[in-house]
């Protein structure tokens, strides 16, 4: 019994070999992307930046927020920031707080809860160190 058209002996319609053809490209360009950034990424140490973004008053004390960010190409592990409350340069209350991590060229976000109200007092607050992933 003979078939008449058998699909394997067919050829490829053209919207076929297009596709294929531009998902070919894709995939290079990709592997080229990531081969040119691995040539040519320099590591840096973690560059971390610590910013006060807000304080208020919450249940059980006074909540102070920051964004800590990582300018640097390399990212930070348990990264312990410290925020103070300061009266003439004496530190009156210490928190310390710590990050899992801080990604490579990204910004994240926390709180420190003090139990005394930093009111107009300065606030200080830094990272203090951080390990290598």
């Known amino acids: 019994m003979a078939s008449r058209s058998s699909i394997e002996g067919r050829q490829g319609h053209w919207v076929e070999w297009a596709t294929g053809g531009l998902s070919a490209l ?16 320099k590591r840096t140490p ?17 909540r102070v927020t920051f964004d800590i960010s990582n300018r640097s190409t390399t990212t930070a592990a348990s990264v312990v920031v410290r925020g103070e409350i300061l009266d003439g340069g004496e530190a009156l209350e210490a928190v310390d707080v710590t990050f899992d991590y801080v990604p490579a060229e990204s910004k994240s976000s926390g709180a420190i809860l003090f139990s005394q109200d930093p009111g107009s007092r300065d606030v200080r607050i830094r990272a203090l160190g951080y390990t290598d992933p």
């Open 46 to 62: 973690p560059e971390l930046d610590v910013r006060l973004t807000s304080r208020f008053q919450v249940a059980d004390g006074y």
């Open 26 to 41: 894709l995939v290079l360009a990709m592997v080229g992307v990531i081969a040119w950034e691995a040539l040519t990424d």
